[in-house]
């Protein structure tokens, strides 16, 4: 406003020196008018060219398109697209998808010892203007299949692309070997390791987008959602909190938002089991489920097979003294006699797992500890189920191998990716010893680790976001022992004491569910149509109510309501213990 003051200001100004004869007039005035010979006007000059209008680009014509490193947020040399192809429309009904142009691109770094970022787009030749970006898992390292779906995502549902969305997904700035999401090696490179810790996300969104914006000529996207679990979650909070103005909504199921946090509790848990006997095997780990469902299954008011009370099953089971068919679930003495029974080395693991890490050092993330996981009531690995979901599932969690030195194939994953890290990313000594690194007191290596802390630890301020009207949808398994549950309720409670529960209730929801692990289960594995709930939120001001999730293996077809956290699906009474309707969201 003052500076439409000043020109009215400058304009009144100019047309008072004209009244007054300060333009060559006549006039008498403040101003002399020149007596000398009248300047002969200059010419008018010709009309500027109207600007060019940008026109869209082939599929074909972006192939060798460079992305300047201006147009990227962040240091680096530049992009380039390294292939572009038409992939015609395929599938019908939910699993359609549209012809697109697949894009795979490169982004270079500023140390030319630094791996490039790889990069995936799919183009829809009709576009909707929206794009979804997705999120990785483990150490990334390999691009996501950007024509699938969100994470969870229902098969009766299109995924993004076939909704017309513009996708894309990175690799996060390396390369991963046959280990995959374990191969930690990029962590010697510090700008990989900035890549992976999250420049790798705001750099791949600017290059997208500028190659979006080249293809469809039709400006910037005007909704813009990222989808991740895991990493990929803790990706998903952490572009929402470091740049709020790139995205509209977020997915984010069970979220490593503390992942140097998370790593280390991990690490605990690891050598826990390390101990002298204190591994359980495959019929250890059912016979620990099947007492806690004896325990705690009812706590919800029906025997389903899944623990909903969760809260209340963590303060009252204790493995010390409960049963299992009418016998005691420890055994006799303490002594390991056998499958049928848990040794007080094995029940002092499971405590340690379940009891928070603290850190007796300074994290510069400002992280003090990490919680424990919900082990009862998990399945940590019972490979004696015979559902092609479980290998992935024992993978996940306790694997078929005790944690040791050196790490065998078997190991737990957790245990596989903290050597990686201790080896590569902390103490760069390829021969260290990872399991006598204390996570509570690491000596030495606290400053390392307190420097890693500020790549891996995302901070809860979403305040910025939530300002510029971005919707958050949280949601996280019981059963994972991969990532804490308790981690993402202690976000959620942080934006809470922050911003206010009824501001909070205005961006965001939090959801939990039951028997779902760790992004795979064989007792309850969910699918939620996050993306339309999401949509509707952002795109038409419409909150999440009633949602429900549906479990495609335990119980195929079977549904649960998804409550607003702290509350859990409690059954009714009455009504089929498969319909969502027959439970109601409680808290007591």
Known sequence: MKQRHLFLLGCLSAVTLSACGGGGSGGTGLLAAPTSTPVAATPASPPASPPAVPTPKACADL???????????????????TAATVTAATGTGATALPEYCNVLGSIAPVDPNAPSINFRLALPTAWNKKVVMFGGGGFDGTLPNVAGNVPAGPADQPA?????????????????????????????????????????????????????QARYAAGAPVKSYFAGGSTGGREAVSVAQRWPQDWDGIIAWYPAWNQLSAMLGGHRMSRALAQPGAYPNTPKRALL???????????????????????????????????VNGAPLRCANGADTG????????????????????????????????????????DLGITSNPSPLQPTVTFLNFGTEQPAMPVPAGAPYITKQLD???KYGVTRDLQFDSLSLDPENPGPWGARLSELSTMLDVSSDLSAFAARGGKLLLAHGLSDVLVSTRATEQFYQR???????????????????????HAVSTVFNATW????????????????????????????????????????????????????????????
């Open 63 to 81: 192939v060798g398109m460079a992305i300047p490193a201006s147009a990227i947020g962040l240091p680096t040399t530049g992009g380039k697209v």
């Open 160 to 212: 993004p692309l076939g909704r017309g969305y513009a996708t894309f997904a990175s690799d996060s700035g390396h390369q991963a070997n046959a280990a995959g999401s374990l191969d930690g090696q990029f962590q010697l490179n510090d700008e990989a390791f900035r890549n992976f810790g999250g420049h790798a996300l705001k750099k791949t969104r600017d290059a997208a987008v500028y190659l979006i």
């Open 289 to 323: 489920r099947q007492a806690v469902l004896e325990a705690c299954d009812t706590l919800d008011g029906v025997a389903d097979g899944l623990v909903s009370n969760q809260l209340r099953c963590n303060s009252t089971f204790d493995p010390s003294v409960a049963t």
């Open 339 to 378: 499958d049928t029974c848990l040794s007080d080395a094995q029940i002092a693991a499971l405590k340690t797992i379940n009891t928070a890490t603290s850190f007796n050092f300074f994290l510069a993330s400002g992280s003090t500890g990490y919680p424990g996981y919900n082990v009862w009531g998990a």
């Open 420 to 422: 990686q890290t201790i």
């Open 495 to 517: 934006l809470q004491a922050q911003l206010g529960p009824n501001y909070v209730d205005g961006f965001a929801r939090y959801y939990e569910v039951a028997g779902y692990g």
């Open 529 to 588: 149509d996050s993306l339309t709930a999401l949509e509707q939120w952002a795109e038409n001001g419409t909150a999440p109510k009633a949602q429900v999730t549906t479990d495609t293996a335990g119980v195929p077809g079977r549904k649960r309501p998804l409550c607003d956290y702290p509350a859990w699906p409690k059954y009714k009474g009455t009504g089929d213990v498969n319909a969502a309707e027959s439970f109601t969201c409680a808290t007591f």
